[in-house]
C-alpha cells in the first residue's frame, strides 16, 4: 500500500474490543491510515484518549449525558463532538471518509451501517448483528451502492482470504469454533456456572457479550447466519467444525475436493488490518505460529444438546423471513440478564426459544419490520425473564 494514498477511516464503537484493537493497527502504520470519525456509548475517558492520540475531524459520544465532558476536552483540540445515533449516520456522508468500521456492539450497528452504505462507503464489518437480523436486505443494498462489505471477523475474514483468486464453485464452508470456556462441562456444570466462568474464554479476549456469546455457542450461531449472507450459500452448505487451538480460522471445500485453510495465531488484529488495507497485505507485529511447538490440532463435531443456542440459530435461518432478527433480540436481552446475575446460563437459550415461538412471523420483512420485530421480540424476551 506505500504507493496508495492513505486511507481516510471512520471506526464506529472505538473504545470496545474491536475498535481499540483497530487503533492499535493504525497506530503501526501511520503512514497508510488516518482517522476522521471515532465513535462511542458510554466510555467517555477512553473516547476523548483516542481523539487526543489519533486527532480525528469529528467524535460522536451516543450518552447525551456525556456530551459537555467530551465536549470541553476537546473543545483546544478543535475537534468537532456530536451524541446521539443520527449524529453517525449524518457523519458518515463525509466524502473524506474511504472505510468504515462497524465495531458496534448488537443490534444498535445496523443504522449506521445502513447509512455507510447507502453513502457508498466500504464497510469493515465487525457488526454480527447487522447481517443476523437483516442480511437479506443489506447484501442487495451494498451492491446497489457499491459498497464492498469486508468481513473482520476472524472466520469469515478467513473465508474471505480462502476464496481470493479462486474462481472454483464453492462446495462448503467449514466455520470453525474454539467451543468456548465450556467445551467439556456437563449441562450441570453450565448449570451452576458463574459470570466469571463464563467470561473466562481460553483462547481470545473480548467483549463481554461476545465471549457469553461465545460459551453458548451463539457466537458460532450468529457466524453462521453471517457466512451465508456474505458468501451467498444455503445454510446446508455451512457446517461448524469445534476447533479448539483457534489456529486455522476457517475452511472452504471447493467442488473437486480441495480444502483451503487460513491458520494464525489467535489476534482480532489481524483480519481487522486485512479488511482496512485490502486487496494489500501488510506487515504486522503479532507473534508468528511455530509449528513445532503447536504440534497437535483437534477437532471435533459440536454438541447440540449440551449447545442449543447453536441449533435455535439453524432453524432461525432454515425458517427464514424475520425470523433470525427475533432470535437475535432474544438472546441480546437473555445475555444482559445473566450478565446481572438475574438468570442463569442456561437459561439464556430457553428464553430466545420462547422468544421466537411468541414473535410475530413475517417472510419478507422490510427495514421497518426488522426494527419492529426487534422491539417485539426484546419486549417478550423482558417479559419472560420478568416472570423467571
Known amino acids: ?58 467524535v460522536v459520544i451516543c450518552n447525551p449525558d456525556l456530551y459537555e465532558e467530551v465536549a470541553a476536552a ?45 453513502a457508498g462507503k466500504a464497510v469493515a464489518l465487525a457488526n454480527k448483528e447487522t447481517l443476523v437480523a437483516a442480511g437479506a436486505l443489506i447484501m442487495p443494498l451494498a451492491r446497489k451502492h457499491g459498497a464492498p462489505i469486508l468481513p473482520v471477523d476472524s472466520e469469515h475474514s478467513a473465508i474471505f482470504q480462502c476464496l481470493q483468486g479462486e474462481h472454483a464453485r464453492l462446495e462448503k464452508i467449514l466455520l470453525t469454533g474454539s467451543g468456548g470456556p465450556f467445551l467439556h462441562s456437563s449441562r ?38 453471517e457466512a451465508r449472507w456474505l458468501f451467498n450459500v444455503e445454510p446446508g452448505d455451512i457446517e461448524v467444525v469445534i476447533h479448539p487451538q483457534s489456529i486455522i480460522h476457517s475452511m472452504v471445500q471447493f467442488s473437486d475436493g480441495c480444502v483451503m485453510a487460513q491458520l494464525s495465531q489467535p489476534d482480532m488484529r489481524l ?49 427464514g423471513g424475520n425470523a433470525t432478527c427475533a432470535m437475535n433480540g432474544a438472546n441480546e436481552v437473555a445475555v444482559a440478564a445473566f450478565l446481572e446475575g438475574k438468570i442463569r446460563f442456561v ?31 426484546k419486549r417478550i424476551a423482558f417479559e419472560i425473564i420478568d416472570n423467571h
Open 271 to 319: 483480519p481487522i488490518q486485512y479488511a482496512l488495507s485490502y486487496p494489500s497485505r501488510i506487515d504486522l507485529n503479532t507473534r508468528r505460529i511455530d509449528f513445532a511447538e503447536l504440534a497437535t490440532l483437534t477437532f471435533e463435531r459440536p454438541d447440540l444438546e449440551r449447545f442449543p443456542c447453536l441449533g435455535l440459530a439453524y432453524s432461525a435461518l432454515e425458517k
Open 188 to 225: 450441570e456444570e453450565m448449570a451452576a456456572a458463574t459470570r466469571e466462568q463464563a467470561l473466562n474464554h481460553p483462547r481470545w479476549r473480548m467483549g463481554a457479550k461476545v465471549t457469553i456469546d461465545s460459551a453458548s455457542l451463539m457466537n458460532k450461531g450468529l457466524e453462521l447466519i
Open 74 to 118: 476537546l473543545d483546544p483540540l478543535y475537534i468537532k463532538v456530536f451524541t446521539g445515533i443520527d449524529s453517525i449516520c449524518d457523519l458518515l456522508r463525509d466524502p473524506k471518509i474511504d472505510i468504515v468500521l462497524t465495531a458496534m456492539v448488537g443490534f444498535s450497528g445496523l443504522k449506521p451501517t445502513i447509512a455507510a452504505i447507502e
Open 347 to 377: 437459561d439464556i437459550p430457553e428464553i430466545i426459544a420462547t422468544t421466537m415461538e411468541r414473535s410475530t412471523f413475517v417472510a419478507k420483512p422490510s427495514f421497518d419490520d426488522i426494527y419492529s420485530t426487534d422491539f417485539e421480540a
Open 1 to 58: 500500500m506505500d504507493t496508495q494514498p492513505k486511507r481516510h477511516l471512520a471506526i464506529l464503537g472505538s473504545t470496545g474490543s474491536i475498535g481499540t484493537q483497530a487503533l492499535d493497527v493504525v497506530s503501526q502504520h501511520e503512514d497508510l491510515f488516518e482517522i476522521e470519525l471515532l465513535t462511542a456509548n458510554n466510555n467517555s475517558r477512553l473516547l476523548i484518549e483516542q481523539a487526543r492520540r489519533f486527532n480525528p475531524a469529528a
